[in-house]
């Protein structure tokens, strides 16, 4: 075991490797972490005075619905179709996923609006940007399997009419809206576990280079 | 004894589910009115987060 024998064995406060310089691919890991996003970044206490507006409450508002449309699709992941099409409790529980998910998209449009307007690119943020399209495109994707798979003749025009769009760039034959099993799996598995982790590192990099300020007001030193 | 109309019912009241939905076509642009009175709210609440004052101003 290299990575202990690479230690030596002194108490704390002699020379030698101190335990929080030890050479593991753990601690080399945990000093890069720390260092990237310090917890008073990654957990703040406080904001700037600028982000006493509605418009920075939009980018919370999406997180909210994106938990409430992942808790409604746990609940009828679990329960089933025979559940969801035919009881109350089921019927409710489907309109609550569908409904978060238009205040999902509603939130997240605003945001995007608010943030393009500001420019939120600036200030090494690109990445925050980027990310942020990424978790917006990948999203109607994720929506887009959700409206196939509801067993309906709504899904049934959808998929049907998708085949030829899909089919059109060249991806139909892999990704198959048809196939109802492929488009579910997508739509519980795949799919939202690529938005969470788009969201989650969009989230990290916010805390990182922190909320994107206004533009200055004409005159004022930039 | 009065009548209390459900939830399902009001809306079948303002909004007609069994129909066709409605379209707006201008030149090739052709847009469903649901997706439009959406797009409306959302420029009503952009506009309404910029003019609205924040009830509680930051300090820092």
Redesign the interface.
């Known amino acids: 075991m290299s990575t202990i024998s690479d230690a030596p064995m002194e108490p704390a406060g002699q020379v030698g490797y101190r335990p929080d310089t030890r050479p593991t691919w753990t601690g080399r890991l945990r000093r890069r972490a720390v260092a990237t996003l310090p917890p008073e970044k990654l957990l703040p206490d ?10 920075y ?2 980018g919370a508002l999406t997180l909210g619905a994106f938990g409430v449309v992942l808790a409604s699709g746990a609940v009828l992941a679990v329960k089933g179709p025979d559940w969801w099409h035919v009881s109350s409790a089921g019927l409710f529980v489907n309109s609550v996923h569908l409904w978060g998910t ?1 205040l999902f998209f ?1 939130f997240m ?2 945001h995007l ?2 943030k393009f307007f500001m420019a939120a690119w600036r200030g090494r943020r690109r990445a925050t940007w980027i990310t942020g399209v990424l978790a917006f495109a990948i999203s109607i994707a994720t929506a887009f399997t959700g409206y196939l798979s509801q067993q309906n003749f709504d899904s049934e025009w959808i998929g049907t009419q998708a085949k030829d769009g899909i089919n059109a760039t060249g991806a139909g034959a892999f990704w198959n809206v048809l196939d109802f099993g492929q488009m579910l799996l997508w739509h519980v598995l795949l799919l939202p576990l690529v938005v969470a982790v788009m969201v989650g590192i969009h989230v990290l990099l916010v805390r990182r280079r922190g909320v994107v300020p206004p533009f200055p007001a004409k005159g004022a030193d930039r | 004894m009065p009548t209390i109309m459900s939830a399902p019912a009001v809306t079948a009241v303002l909004v007609d589910l069994s129909r066709p939905g409605r379209y707006v076509h201008w030149g090739f642009i052709q847009i469903s009115v649901a997706n439009l009175v959406v797009i409306g709210l959302m420029l009503l609440v952009f506009i309404l987060a910029i003019a609205i004052p924040f009830p509680h101003g930051g300090k820092k």
């Open positions: 406080s904001q700037p005075s600028y982000v006493a507006s509605w418009i409450v939009f238009e509603f449009v605003i609006w608010g």
